[in-house]
């Protein structure tokens, strides 16, 4: 049986969706979007982490200030959902603050406390989104999908 040279590439067959490549041609993997989620509350990290996963995002889950710098020097979300109220030595506003000033990265910060002191602490940051806990699935991925319109329109 003879091979065909283009058996090593995946192909797509037609669709109405002209985002796809047409009969034949070899199709680009789109990577996922990838959050970082900072939140030290178990039970509400693991509801975010599997929303955001079942949303088609790669996640990766932090629980203080000191791991989400690690974690975006190694894993270089996209954009990090934030609470506000951390353990460790750093809160959420200084831990966005300085992922936004090594990194670029911007936040949508979820949490209970968001009123006007917090977000003017919080506007160096250049927050994408505030998300009011508590939260349904449905907002968290309406926030995150806003944040990412909002920071593919300003990145240009």
């Known amino acids: ?13 037609p669709s109405a969706n002209p985002n796809e490549s047409r009969v034949g041609q070899p199709v ?3 990577l996922p979007t990838r959050i970082l989620v900072v939140e030290d509350d178990f039970l509400i990290s693991l509801e ?6 079942a949303a088609g995002f ?4 932090v629980g203080s200030g000191e791991e989400a710098l690690d974690s975006a020097a190694a894993d270089r979300p996209d ?3 934030m609470d506000i109220r951390l353990s460790g030595a750093m809160d959420g506003i200084q831990t966005a603050l300085e992922l936004f000033r090594i990194y670029g990265l911007r936040s949508v910060f979820a949490t209970a406390h968001s009123d006007s ?3 003017a602490r ?3 940051a250049e927050p994408l989104g505030w998300l009011v806990k508590p939260y349904t ?7 995150i999908r806003s944040a990412l319109r909002s920071g593919s329109s300003s990145a240009g």
Request: charged share 20%.
């Open 122 to 124: 919080a506007a160096p």
């Open 48 to 53: 975010m982490e599997s929303t955001l996963t």
């Open 79 to 81: 954009l990090v959902v």
């Open 58 to 61: 790669e996640v990766v889950v």
């Open 28 to 30: 680009a993997a789109a």
């Open 137 to 143: 699935p449905a907002s968290l991925l309406s926030a």
């Open 117 to 119: 002191d917090v977000r």
């Open 1 to 13: 049986m003879a091979l065909d040279d283009r058996a090593c590439c995946p192909t797509r067959t």
